[in-house]
T-cell receptor
């Protein structure tokens, strides 16, 4: 079974620029999560999708962050414009319908904003 | 709001020895799950072990076991016969029993394994 795929693995941009991250969850997993992990901290949920609908985006800075999950499979997270404090690893995870407590994580995208 | 606290930023263990990582949590819920995740330097988070709050028996997965003290809201991870590959960040996480709810993570414990 293929794991959660994310791209790119690394991205360096200047502040005020835009960036997008892509995630392909494990096949058949209905729930998809985007987490932000700042260095030295645990991951923090940004947004959660159930199929292609948003379940929780309460901690998503909506003035600059957006996310979508078209057709309930792949997902894209966008930051526009980026700030220095957005430097972090962005983790995507997915969980199966019958075992929603088990989340499987991708390798993450390390974003550096200069 | 639920909180998860890991009071040990760093721990060290000799290879083949046993180490215990601590985690406490705060919740008013009665139905919830607790997890330990491992994050090696490659940064891919891996589920190590999970515990359902309604189960009194402590979960075990090979060399990994937990000590779940529900009344004390404590959830420690014991790693027996430590191996060099166990070196990683370990995160304790909480999830309400509601289907598909989010994980709330602690700040992590960095485990070093001495050869």
């Amino acid at each position: 079974e293929a794991g959660v795929a994310q791209s790119p693995r690394y991205k360096i941009i200047e502040k005020r620029q835009s960036v997008a991250f892509w995630c392909n969850p494990i096949s058949g997993h209905a729930t998809l999560y985007w987490y932000q992990q700042i260095l030295g901290q645990g991951p923090k949920l940004l947004i959660q999708f159930q199929n292609n609908g948003v379940v929780d985006d309460s901690q998503l800075p909506k003035d600059r962050f957006s996310a979508e999950r078209l057709k309930g499979v792949d997902s894209t997270l966008k930051i526009q414009p980026a700030k220095l404090e957005d430097s972090a690893v962005y983790l995507c995870a997915s969980s199966p319908r019958l075992r929603p407590g088990e989340q499987y994580f991708g390798p993450g995208t390390r974003l550096t904003v200069t | 709001a639920q909180t998860v606290t890991q009071s040990q930023p760093e721990m060290s263990v000799q290879e083949a020895e046993t180490v215990t990582l601590s985690c406490t949590y705060d919740t008013s819920e009665s139905d919830y799950y607790l997890f330990w995740y491992k994050q090696p330097p490659s940064r891919q988070m891996i589920l190590v072990i999970r515990q359902e709050a309604y189960k009194q028996q402590n979960a075990t997965e090979n060399r990994f076991s937990v000590n779940f003290q529900k009344a004390a809201k404590s959830f420690s991870l014991k790693i027996s016969d430590s191996q060099l590959g166990d070196a990683a960040m370990y995160f304790c996480a909480y999830r309400r029993g509601s289907s598909g709810d989010k994980l709330t993570f602690g700040t992590g414990t960095r485990l070093a394994v001495r050869p």
